[in-house]
């Protein structure tokens, strides 16, 4: 395995003068690196039809459209989800705004089947509007068209690089046949991984594992070969051309570059990584917390104050947790890519819009993380996998300021409040830690709980902010979690 930080400077960024390579030039370095066999395109897979997943394949394919000789370009997604009238309308709406996507559609012969879907006489799938490029999570932007694969096996079965977008989720099973694939033709393709999330395990020991974690486990497919992609990118912002960038992290300095000189254009900038453990961890904890920023956004009118104020609390909480699972105690991985991830996912996008619609009554938590044109809103899942971590009583840290063993969880308040959020039933009321003890100091005057989700999750970190965050989520050098992971390097991984 080849380390380092991955050239250009030391930060591991490219070098300035990659970006005026041209495409082909750089198209032709990342065959060599990654070793094609000569005569045959390279073949790129997106496993994963969601928005980000097919604006990053649409993207690829629009910077390389005139080498279809060298670089070949599919997605895989499942068939048989048929999409409502309202969507047909909304699509046919979308195709009449553009008359070059009316040209398009017109010359291929595939115009009228909208049409006949506005009228309610044919169903339309998700997979065959694809094909046309039109994801049904982000209907108002057309992509690329697509080539769409329905079958798993023929979609990857030749695959140089798969891109993974399936939520953390659901990639265990999809990818335990991708494993078997794998063995079977008895070579590795790389894996770029767009998910976030986590997947908690209670044995042998409390753990966890992040997207690329998960891939390796069921697949057997060398760590080396698997990254992760992340960075401040809105799909729908990208696939309009605003300026973006990015980090691929992964061990393998060589592999790492040349996909970030494959990835990158003009306006969406790579930088590389050694560091894939960090940034899949805060991957997962931002959009958990993407979420509380929703509902302060909702439950305080859109204070920017009480915004502020829940930023500086979420980040030190994310940078707490990312210290105790990776056993790294500097704070300066939330910087650049990661902490511009961060921000914007705060601010925009599907878990953001999620928590503000939990605070304004709009969307009701017990019906579950998936939402019709969203999809699936991913940091709800991670709420509990991370609570459920780091409330395990077999995991104890020192106390910041008695030194006593306590559990993670009795300092991460912000946390432990969304947690509550999405594990009450609706008819039950929620309490503030403060509320809990005056009902058990006083029953007889003890205050109603919340009925409210978006003013009980207000209350909790108006509390919360009582304390400094950073004298609360101290860790004192060379703590660690009390029970140890089985690879003794002080990783809950």
């Given amino acids: 395995m080849d380390g380092g930080t991955g050239g250009g400077d030391k930060n591991g960024n490219a070098e300035a003068s990659e970006s005026e390579i041209p495409s082909d030039a750089r198209l032709d370095n990342v065959i060599k690196a990654l070793k094609v066999p000569e005569g045959r395109p390279l073949n790129v ?10 604006v990053f394949i649409s993207m690829l394919q629009k910077e390389y459209f005139n080498m279809k000789d060298k670089i070949k370009f ?17 699509i046919l709406e979308v195709i009449n705004a553009d008359s070059e996507v009316i040209r398009r559609l017109r010359q291929k012969g595939r115009y009228f089947k909208y049409v006949d ?11 065959e509007v694809l094909t046309d490029g039109f994801c049904e999570n982000m209907l108002d932007l057309p992509l690329m068209p697509l080539r769409v694969i329905t079958d798993l096996t023929e979609a990857v079965w030749d695959a140089d690089v798969i891109v993974n977008s399936i939520p953390s989720s659901n990639i265990r099973p999809v990818f335990e046949v991708i494993g078997n694939l794998v063995r079977e033709r008895g070579r590795c393709p790389l894996i770029i991984s767009l998910a976030k999330g986590i997947e908690y395990k209670e ?30 990118n809105i799909a729908s912002e990208v696939w309009k051309g605003e300026y973006a960038t990015a980090r691929i992290c992964g061990l ?4 790492r570059r040349a996909l970030a000189s494959l990835i990158r254009n003009d306006s969406f900038v790579v930088w590389d990584n050694p560091d894939i453990v960090n940034h899949e961890i805060m991957g997962g904890l931002k959009n958990v917390y993407a979420i509380g920023a929703g509902i302060i956004k909702g439950a305080a009118n859109n204070s920017a104050t009480s915004m502020a104020v829940y930023f500086s609390n979420a980040c030190a909480e994310m940078v707490f947790i990312s210290q105790l699972l990776t056993g790294v105690r500097d704070p300066v991985y939330l910087a650049g890519p990661l902490l511009a991830d961060v921000y914007v996912t705060l601010l925009k996008g599907r878990n953001a819009w999620y928590g503000e619609q939990v605070a304004l009554g709009n969307v009701n938590p017990e019906n579950g993380p ?32 008695t030194e006593t063993a306590c559990s993670p969880i009795a300092l991460l308040p912000t946390l432990s409040a969304l947690n509550d959020v999405f594990s009450r039933k609706q008819s039950e009321p929620l309490l503030t830690p403060k509320q809990k003890l005056h009902r058990k100091s006083n029953p007889a005057k003890s205050q109603p ?45």
């Fill in 45 to 54: 897979v997106g496993v994963g039809a969601g928005a980000w997943g097919a």
């Fill in 74 to 90: 599919s997605i895989y997604r499942r068939e048989g989800k048929e999409l409502s009238l309202e969507t047909a309308s909304k």
């Fill in 117 to 127: 879907a506005r009228l309610g006489e044919r169903v339309l799938s998700a997979a």
């Fill in 203 to 232: 044995s042998p020991e409390p753990h966890i594992l992040t997207p690329s974690g998960i891939i390796h486990d069921v697949t057997g497919i060398p760590k080396e070969n698997i990254f992760y992609l992340g960075g401040p």
């Fill in 252 to 255: 393998s300095r060589t592999l």
């Fill in 370 to 401: 998936y939402v019709p044109g969203k999809g699936l809103i991913e940091g709800v899942g991670a709420v509990g996998n991370f609570h459920r971590l780091l409330s395990d009583s077999r995991l104890t840290i020192p106390h910041p300021k």
């Fill in 449 to 493: 709980g919340f009925r409210d989700p978006g003013q009980y999750f207000l209350a909790q970190m108006k509390d919360a902010s009582a304390t400094d965050p950073e004298a609360r989520l101290h860790i004192f050098e060379g703590a660690l979690l009390t029970t140890q992971p089985s690879d003794g390097e002080g990783r809950l991984l």
